[in-house]
């Protein structure tokens, strides 16, 4: 079977995936190739800042092709998707399958199938910034039309189906994100001897830093050897710099360490050494730090946004704080600082859990959904 992925993200080499969307894709692909070796597996990344085709990726029979875009071409959505739709011609897969946003084919064109990684217009209005409620009805206008010309969809948590009409579609598959099979330890998780919060994301006004450095402020009074440590690329300077200033504000210098955007083996140092993971977002869909942190036996503080509460069963491998409200983030985390034991029950409880995220799982499902389309 020739499958042709298209995806916004996607690293150059295996191992290197930067955002949410590119480590998806990546073990989706390499789940895919595990279950069904002889699968000719065609990644497409649009729009690229860079044209080019990569015959072989890695030590992965993979062919990766770049699609260079102009801003204008990729606002105009599926009118201006001629350039995507005459690679896959050239390529001409059983089945086409998008990861984000739907408008960068016209799905009716192909056998395909589209992942929702987010609502695209919701996370545009979260970034804010000048006229952000008019991008927002444009990003919307341009990918709703587009996303019911799908065949079939997989949605990752339930909440993407807010307002999006099922009927429109043959299928709706419910399968989440695949993640690294490394994370998946054996065994017990060990009781994590520093009360270290760890926060995984870009650094943007969506992921809610600030709030969480003033939830550590609080949490310091009571817990003095508390230690925030956040990896994730500073997207946003300017409101990176705000919360330095609030951190030196604060007198956290010595207790916020920033750690930039890691690679796999050190992400999975951070996570072995963290005692939980807290993620204050202002909006997510199924984030996929938080199934990381399930496998690796760390319990997850989040918001209840998204389809966050259908990773998290509070009290049971996790808890769940309120959107806007710092008590409820400092109740969250509060216990597992002060009880090592605790964070390691509701650890083993999320590894649990986690089964359902490892890359074989996921791709025997996505298998069977393109299965049904190449029939």
Known sequence: ?????????????????????AAATEWLVRGLLGVSPDMDIHVVVTPASAGGTQSGWGKFPVSLYRVRRGRLRTQLGIFGASDVHGLLSHIRPDVVHVQGHASCIDGAKFPSVLTIHGIPEKDTLLRGGRFASLKSAFVGFRESGPRHRYAHLIAIASRVMEGVRKDCFKGVHAIPNAINADFFISGEPQSPRLPIV???????RGKNVMGLVEAIA????????????????????EYAERVRLRVRELGLENQVLWLGSLGHDALFSELKKARVLALPSLQETAPICIA????MGVPVVANDVGGVS????HGVNGMLSTLGDTESLIAGLRPYLKDAELAKMHGESGQQFAKRYHPETVARATLEVYRRLAD
């Open 198 to 204: 760890l926060q995984v994301g870009r650094v943007i």
């Open 218 to 237: 609080v949490l310091a009074q009571e817990v003095p050897e508390v230690q925030l440590r956040v990896v994730g690329a500073e997207q946003d300077p």
């Open 310 to 313: 259908e990773m998290i069963e």
């Open 1 to 21: 079977m020739r499958i042709a992925i298209c995806t916004p993200e996607f690293g150059t080499e295996p191992g290197q995936p930067v955002g949410g969307v």
């Open 292 to 295: 990381e942190s399930h496998a």
